[in-house]
Nanobody
Framework: QVQLVESGGGLVQAGGSLRLSCAAS????????MGWYRRAPGNQRELVAT???????NYADSVKGRFTISRDNAKKMVYLQMNSLKPEDTAVYYC???????????????WGQGTLVTVSS
């Protein structure tokens, strides 16, 4: 009913940049918080950044000053601009959205399938 599809991952050298995109589709009435999480090899999934429908943002300390999250409410999309990438940023990045569906109204936490970001040293 509701899908999130990420794009923009890939291989980049340390110090480089990538921009991730995530598109939401389906029976969506509204989206509250949208965010990006990541899971590095051998680690648990962790928060990278979130943004509310009003534009308030929150970042993990490890990415502050390097990553910027933004969203386009009309297009139901969220973006993650990643600059000054480090090898430790290597992970699968997942998009997440808190969705209110159209009738019958439900509240869902939806995840994308993930996109791999690899930063070489």
């Amino acid at each position: 009913q509701v899908q999130l599809v990420e794009s923009g991952g890939g291989l980049v050298q340390a110090g480089g940049s990538l921009r991730l995109s995530c598109a939401a589709s389906g029976s969506i009435f509204s989206i509250n918080v949208m965010g990006w999480y990541r899971r590095a090899p051998g680690n648990q999934r962790e928060l990278v950044a979130t943004v509310t429908s009003g534009g308030s943002t929150n970042y993990a300390d490890s990415v502050k000053g390097r990553f910027t999250i933004s969203r386009d409410n009309a297009k139901k999309m969220v973006y993650l601009q990643m600059n000054s990438l480090k090898p430790e940023d290597t992970a699968v990045y997942y998009c997440n959205a808190d969705v209110t569906t159209t009738w019958p109204e439900r509240y869902l936490g939806v995840w994308g399938q993930g996109t791999l970001v690899t930063v070489s040293s």
